[in-house]
């Protein structure tokens, strides 16, 4: 039987109970969460290992290029090429092939953890420096990009954070900045002088920099920041791509492009940044992770998705205040809201998006099923289909994204389906008790109690109020 | 949030405002049919609705320039300043037809550049990028039935965006694949939630509703295109919801990908692509409505246009003011509406982006009060509020 500590600390600050995590966590449930933080900062795995992802980066583009040519190949004759279908479909099969492996490494790693808060606020910072599969060749590697940038900074610094995601092959490419091209750059005026050219900014990175990254849309910016912000990051590129991006740098690394990059001094935010090529743009992140409106920006949303949609003001004051303090440094500020008495309330305040429903499904019935085709496709239609949040925004937080109707008998739906298959094997019961404890209302207990059939009491547990909630 | 206490202060205000809320004169259309669709990430509004009539037109637009109308794979021709752009082929049918109103330089009161709150300020429907008052098409169904029009607005979608969310319960549909529910577990989760959880209770409740609506011929209904981004299977679903004597009056419909700053392409290429999926969209939604398409006006919006000149990347960034259609057999169309800032250095807003000169809530306005007959006073004070100078349009509907 969960206490109440221990069914927040599981469900709240995890992704979800186990039947066996009561026994766990014991009769100390902060103590069992900064254990895990403690253990993350043991580990600072894959710090320095060659990146995974410019391997899969390398592959795709190598693909999509045989793919290129064969097509021209096929153009420019005029009687039709013998060409094997499959050859053309490579591509294609290639990032549908990484994107399942992908997802069900994710989904695996998120089931069976038993760091499952480590592994939640991985989930939260990868929605915040969201990138989205919808966009080629991101889908093939969206779960190395959240290894290589994010994981190893988990418990570290929020600065060092900031630049491994901006400096990430798959952020340049999600948010357009590999090929941004300073106006006065030696590559624009060589494009000018050849073939009449006009290239320049593309300044989709600096501002979700700004109004995404750190600072907020209220952060106190404006256009003039965002132009100049472009301008730093020019060059920020990846290695060894074709037309532009030509050689230079290892492919599908992070590389620097000097002739890229636009000369002269900055000003962002008032303060003027002299000409240093890659180092500015470190500058630049560097200050705007120690800005008040970042760690504003940060206790806000950290606050919302472990406390409630509107967090408590007070909360966020005190974390925005515990940042500061600690210099971007993240442990303090996990500490705190571990801490704060805000974040152990009942009744469960936050309502569950489709991925923590789905999650804490599986980990409640500690089954992980054996296609990720099959998570892709129950995500999908509860409405978040995997890694895919569309918009550089990442996935809202708040249940006013999630607890739409339709979608809301969708997941009666597939509770339906999911009791029916595993209900047999367990009483529902007894595993209300398990992972909810004193949470579960006497009207869910009562109702699971007086189900016709193990299938139906275990799909009315997971269709409860408590179950929805967080 | 919205406090319990000014919920109930604004129901009272409603009441009281009830039987004024009809306009005098012109009766409403008791069948009127409204769709809002909106373009989210920021549709370029030179590319869907070129001004090629302008002499800085191809300097400024670049590599993504349109080919004069009259040519193969041209942009086909409204008038000699605008055209569409050629993969609106069936936009271009309604518009010779009389049956499509091309809007255009238009924008909301929102002049920053994001996203998030560009969309906040176009579905809040005030000045500001706040979620606390709900959506201005829920308070629009209030005012409805509170003039005792109970029928409902739909989203079609998983989720109800916020333009229509608010204290008015409505329905939200979005194809499903999964099967149903049996009708014995379905009542003990119902009786569930009636007990302890409001919220959730009422949730369910409506999509019950909505699916009872949708009918067999949307059960089961493929979800097509990957994050259900496909427009034509929503539309269509709008359609067949609408076309109900009893169903809901008001449909909204989120389409997204709109957010081109790299590579977009100019007659060909990835906007080409998502321009064609809604113009076939449009031409599939008036096929399956049948004989209501004459009561009906569909509205397509986005959060804001992109910058006039093309980007280092051969796209285009966030902007300001854009285009806008607006599509039905209650329009009266074949016409452009703008009051045109043209596109010189100065004329441009911030030196870059396209200036607005027509507020979208006049838009807005102009179908709840013609089609609908809510009365201008609760427009300007309560659906859209501080927004009297934002006059609606004459004669965007006909008569």
């Known amino acids: 039987m969960q206490s109440q500590e221990s069914a927040i600390a599981a469900n709240r600050f995890g992704l979800g109970a186990r039947p066996s995590d009561a026994r766990q966590i014991g009769t100390d449930a902060p103590g069992w969460l900064k254990a895990q933080l403690d253990a993350a900062v043991a580990i600072k795995h894959n710090v320095g290992r060659p990146p995974g992802s410019a391997v899969t980066l390398k592959q795709a583009t190598e693909l999509r290029l045989a793919r290129q040519q064969l097509q021209r190949r096929q153009a420019a004759s005029d009687v039709p090429l013998e060409i094997d279908p499959d050859m053309l479909r490579e591509y294609a099969q290639f990032i549908a092939r990484r994107y399942r492996d ?309 997941r009666i739906e597939w509770a339906t389906i999911i009791g029916q298959a595993a209900g047999k094997q367990i009483d529902p019961r007894a595993l209300a008790g398990a992972l909810l404890g004193p949470i579960a209302s006497a009207a869910s207990l009562a109702s699971i109690r007086r189900a016709e059939s193990g299938a139906q009491g275990l799909t009315l547990l997971l269709a409860a109020p408590e179950f929805q909630r967080r | 949030m919205l406090s319990r206490r000014t919920l109930i202060t604004s129901a009272a205000k409603l009441t009281l405002l009830a039987p004024f809320a009809r306009i005098a004169g012109a009766m409403p259309n008791p069948n009127a049919r409204f769709v809002l669709v909106i373009l989210r990430g920021g549709l370029d509004g030179l590319a869907a609705v070129p001004a090629y009539g302008e002499g800085r037109y191809r300097d400024l637009r670049g590599p993504l320039a349109l080919d004069p109308a009259d040519t193969s794979n041209g942009v086909l021709k409204l008038d000699g300043l605008f055209g569409l752009h050629p993969a609106l082929t069936q936009m271009h049918a309604l518009y010779s037809a009389g049956e499509l109103c091309v809007l255009h330089a238009l924008a909301t009161p929102y002049r920053e550049r994001s996203h998030f709150d560009g969309q906040k300020v176009l579905e809040a429907g005030g000045i500001m990028p706040s979620t606390s008052a709900g959506g201005w098409l829920n308070r629009a169904l209030t005012v409805l039935s509170e003039a005792g029009d109970e029928r409902q607005g739909i989203a079609l979608a998983a989720s109800v965006p916020l333009v229509m969310r608010g204290p008015f319960s409505v329905t939200s549909w979005a194809p499903s694949r999964l099967p149903d529910a049996d009708d014995d577990t379905l009542a003990r989760v119902r009786e569930l939630y009636d007990a302890v959880d409001p919220m959730l209770a009422g949730r369910l409740s409506e999509a019950l509703q909505a699916r009872e609506l949708a009918g067999d011929a949307a059960a089961g209904q493929r979800m097509g295109g990957r994050g259900g981004q496909a427009v034509t299977p929503l539309v269509t679903a709008a359609a067949r919801f609408l076309s109900a004597d009893d169903g809901p009056r008001i449909a909204v419909i989120d389409v997204g990908g709109w957010d081109t700053h790299a590579n977009q392409g100019a007659a060909q290429g990835q906007l080409a692509n998502r321009l064609r999926a809604l113009d076939q969209g449009l031409k599939s939604f008036k096929a399956e409505l049948g004989a209501r398409w004459a009561d009906t006006s569909v509205l397509i919006v986005t959060e804001f246009g992109r910058t006039v000149a093309a980007n280092g990347t051969r796209g285009t960034d966030h902007g300001t003011a854009g285009a806008a259609f607006m599509a039905g057999g209650a329009v009266a169309g074949g016409r452009v509406i703008a009051d045109w800032p043209g596109l010189g250095s100065g004329d441009l807003h911030e030196g870059r982006d396209l200036r607005a000169t027509l507020d979208m809530r006049s838009v807005f306005k102009s179908v709840l009060s013609r089609q609908f007959g809510i009365d201008d006073s609760m427009l300007d004070e309560h659906v859209f509020p501080g927004s009297k100078a934002a006059r609606p349009l004459e004669a965007l509907l006909k008569a």
């Open chain 1, 102 to 410: 992908e997802v069900g490494r994710r989904s695996t790693q998120a089931i069976t953890t038993d760091q499952p808060f480590v592994e939640r606020l991985l989930h939260f910072w990868a929605n915040h420096f969201a990138i989205s599969v919808d966009k080629q060749p991101l889908a093939a590697l969206p779960v190395q990009y959240e290894d290589e940038a994010i994981r190893p900074h988990l418990t570290g610094n929020f600065r060092d954070l900031l630049m491994a995601v901006e400096k990430h092959p798959a952020m340049l490419l999600y948010l357009d900045n590999q090929a941004s091209l300073g106006p006065n750059s030696t590559a624009a005026r060589a494009a000018r002088r050849r073939r009449g050219r006009e290239l320049g900014l593309n300044e989709n990175l600096a501002r979700e920099i700004l109004e995404l990254h750190t600072l907020g849309v209220h952060g106190g910016y404006d256009q003039h920041d965002v132009t100049e912000l472009a301008k730093v990051i020019t060059g920020w590129s990846i290695g060894g791509d074709q037309g532009r991006l030509r050689g230079g740098g290892a492919p599908g690394e992070f590389h620097f492009r000097p002739l890229m990059h636009e000369p002269g001094a900055k000003t962002v935010l008032g303060r003027r940044y002299t000409e240093s090529g890659l180092e500015e743009g470190e500058q630049v992140l560097s200050d705007l992770a120690a800005h008040p409106s970042t760690a504003r920006h940060l206790a806000t949303k950290l606050a919302r998705h472990f406390v409630a949609d509107e967090p408590p003001p007070r909360l966020v004051e005190r974390l925005a205040a515990i940042y500061l303090d600690n210099d971007a440094e993240l442990l303090p500020v996990y500490e705190a809201l571990i801490d704060a008495e805000e974040s152990w309330q009942a009744p469960l305040a936050k309502y569950k998006t489709p991925q923590d429903f789905v999650i804490s499904t599986y980990r409640a019935l500690e089954h992980t099923p054996d296609n990720p085709q099959q998570l892709i496709g129950i995500m999908t239609q509860l409405g978040q289909r995997p890694l895919a949040p569309g918009s550089p925004a990442g996935w809202p937080d708040t249940a006013a994204h999630w607890d739409g109707g339709d979608a809301l008998l969708k």
